[in-house]
T-cell receptor
Framework: GNSVTQMEGPVTLSEEAFLTINCTYT??????LFWYVQYPGEGLQLLLK?????DKGSNKGFEATYRKETTSFHLEKGSVQVSDSAVYFC??????????????FGQGTILTVHP | DAGVIQSPRHEVTEMGQEVTLRCKPI?????LFWYRQTMMRGLELLIY????????DSGMPEDRFSAKMPNASFSTLKIQPSEPRDSAVYFC??????????????FGPGTRLTVT
């Protein structure tokens, strides 16, 4: 089956620190990969995505590269801000068949950034 | 576009009562997903629909839970009778969901349910 494993949190950083949140996946077929972010009291929203191997998704200073050889999609940011404090979810979707847009989500990683 | 709309945003009810959560997906989207989020279990997919037809309800925890999608612009998730362990945030999400392609899901703001 398909699954996503994220590094366990919570992750606590000081402002301007470098961020990495690890994500690895297991998939049958050719997955597209996503990072979603959930700010306190809100629903999940798409942060970035990559649809094929070696693609790099980027948004708001965050980046993630689709690595097929290591089945990974690690999230990085060079300098975090207090406003980046949120829960981050890695997810995959499989093309083909009858998935109808279903995504498989990881367990989420809580990030707290202190001033 | 108003995005995915959920109501109510907060619901407090007593054990044994019926609870109905409502969702209006983004116009033109034909897949709709219901999730439950708790600290203990994280984000769980309960059920999803495509073109108003339930595709997979294997995540529905038990017979007390039911979901319907009578038309393309409305879905309900009902819990009857409710129990304290049903307390959670319930999210609705929608996506384009045509056949085998992969699409971004758009989430609503959630309904925070508290069963006392």
């Amino acid at each position: 089956g398909n699954s996503v494993t994220q590094m366990e949190g919570p992750v606590t950083l000081s402002e301007e620190a470098f961020l990495t949140i690890n994500c690895t996946y297991t998939a049958t077929g050719y997955p597209s990969l996503f990072w979603y972010v959930q700010y306190p009291g809100e629903g999940l929203q798409l942060l970035l995505k990559a649809t094929k191997a070696d693609d790099k998704g980027s948004n708001k200073g965050f980046e993630a590269t689709y690595r097929k050889e290591t089945t990974s999609f690690h999230l990085e940011k060079g300098s975090v801000q207090v406003s980046d404090s949120a829960v981050y979810f890695c997810a995959l979707g499989i093309s083909g068949g009858t998935s109808y847009g279903k995504l498989t989500f990881g367990q989420g990683t809580i990030l707290t950034v202190h001033p | 576009d108003a995005g995915v709309i959920q109501s109510p945003r907060h619901e407090v009810t007593e054990m044994g009562q019926e609870v109905t959560l409502r969702c209006k997906p983004i116009s033109g989207h034909n897949s709709l997903f219901w999730y439950r989020q708790t600290m203990m279990r994280g984000l769980e997919l309960l059920i999803y629909f495509n073109n108003n037809v339930p595709i997979d309800d294997s995540g529905m925890p038990e017979d007390r839970f039911s979901a319907k999608m009578p038309n393309a612009s409305f879905s309900t998730l009902k819990i009857q009778p409710s129990e304290p362990r049903d307390s959670a945030v319930y999210f609705c999400a929608s996506s384009e969901g045509y056949g085998g392609a992969v699409y971004e899901q758009y989430f609503g703001p959630g309904t925070r349910l508290t069963v006392t």
